[in-house]
């Protein structure tokens, strides 16, 4: 079945840099993008990019723009999503998230990792 | 960009009710428009994408309609296990925006 598994929880201090792995399976990695999606405590959901695996090719929100980096290694179905420069609002569930058959839309997600920011 | 708002922010129904909630693109998005269900403390789960088209295994008392801007998803009978949070999503293109949500519970 199709499954992604997240890596687990991290604690950073302002300013340091987290990366969160998440690794595909049950599918052909390099036939669908993937979505990065983070979540605030007691907050909506907030796209934060996508990357094509096939290529590597990416396309970030603008408010992470120069911040976040996401790359993917294919011989292990591995997305990777790097956010640096960490301030206290970054805290959050940073979900992946596959694309679906059809379209942009995300029809299976990792379990999510919590990223906490804290001095 | 193109922003998503939804409304209600929050509704309160009883069990059995009809349920309506609209979503609501600032230009217009064709039928590119996905519905997300999250439950407490779980991960977001796919209800409806192009509008229209039920996700496989989701229940029939969830539909959804619209096109262009606006966009509802409807529960036919409010259901226990619906109390959620419910998020409209944008897919025509990037950026791929979320509403800010619609939280459902049971009165």
């Known amino acids: 079945q199709v499954q992604l598994v997240q890596s687990g929880a991290e604690v950073k201090k302002p300013g340091a840099s987290v990366k969160v792995s998440c690794k595909a399976s049950?599918?052909?990695?390099?036939?669908?993008?993937m979505h990065w999606v983070r979540q605030a405590p007691g907050q909506g959901l907030e796209w934060m990019g996508i990357?094509?695996?096939?290529?590597?090719?990416?396309s970030y929100a603008q408010k992470f723009l120069g911040r976040v980096t996401m790359t993917r290694d294919t011989s292990t179905s591995t997305v990777y999503m790097e956010l640096s420069s960490l301030r206290s609002e970054d805290t959050a569930v940073y979900y992946c998230?596959?694309?679906?058959?059809?379209?942009?839309?995300?029809?299976?997600w990792g379990k999510g990792t919590t990223v906490t920011v804290s001095s | 960009d193109i922003q998503m708002t939804q409304s209600p922010s929050s509704l309160s129904a009883s069990v059995g009710d009809r349920v309506t909630i609209t979503c609501r693109a600032s230009?217009?998005?064709?039928?590119?428009l996905a519905w997300y269900q999250q439950k407490p403390g779980k991960v977001p789960k796919l209800l409806i994408y192009?509008?229209?088209t039920l996700q496989s295994g989701v229940p029939s008392r969830f539909s959804g309609s619209g096109s262009g801007t606006d966009f509802t998803l409807t529960i036919s009978s409010l259901q226990p296990e619906d109390v959620a949070t419910y998020y409209c999503?944008?897919?025509?293109?990037?950026?791929?925006?979320f509403g800010p949500g619609t939280k459902v519970d049971i009165k």
């Open positions: 998230a596959r694309d679906g058959e059809e379209g942009d839309y995300m029809d299976v």
């Open positions: 049950g599918y052909t990695f390099t036939k669908y993008h």
């Open positions: 990357i094509k695996p096939s290529g590597g090719s990416t």
């Open positions: 230009q217009g998005i064709s039928n590119y």
């Open positions: 192009a509008a229209s």
């Open positions: 999503q944008k897919y025509n293109s990037a950026p791929f925006t």
